[in-house]
């Protein structure tokens, strides 16, 4: 069993930046592929970008491409992604998630789930 908890979620105005943290328990975080997704409101949950067990493969979707940055660091079993020119498009729930195989953006592939932290970005 892994266990996820997510934090750093706030309300923030747009352009601004957020970090959000994962913090995983239970399993040696390396040993797995982790990748953050978040659910608008109105909409489906969707990928927002992975890393590899040992931060070597990322992933991104289009929407946060060349704004967004996920890293881990398995000492401390955390993992992050910052997020920067916010926009009220980003405001979702965003929750991180553990896979050991992929395709890393397929939802399918993840084996636990956080609970989320809230992301709210107003114009």
């Known amino acids: 069993q892994v266990q996820l908890v997510e934090s750093g979620g706030e309300l923030v105005q747009a352009g601004g930046s957020l970090r959000l943290s994962c913090a995983a328990s239970?399993?040696?975080?390396?040993?797995?592929?982790m990748g953050w997704f978040r659910h608008p409101p109105g909409k489906e949950r969707e990928f927002v970008a992975a890393?590899?067990?040992?931060?070597?493969?990322?992933s991104y979707a289009d929407s946060v491409k060349g704004r967004s940055t996920i890293s881990r660091d398995n000492v401390k079993n955390t993992v992050y992604l910052q997020i920067s020119s916010l926009t009220p498009e980003d405001t979702a729930a965003y929750y991180c998630?553990?896979?050991?195989?992929?395709?890393?953006?397929?939802?399918?592939?993840?084996?636990?789930w956080g609970q989320g932290t809230q992301v709210t970005v107003s114009s």
């Open positions: 998630a553990a896979a050991t195989t992929g395709p890393v953006h397929v939802e399918s592939s993840y084996t636990y």
């Open positions: 239970g399993r040696t975080l390396s040993n797995y592929y």
């Open positions: 890393i590899s067990g040992r931060g070597r493969f990322t």
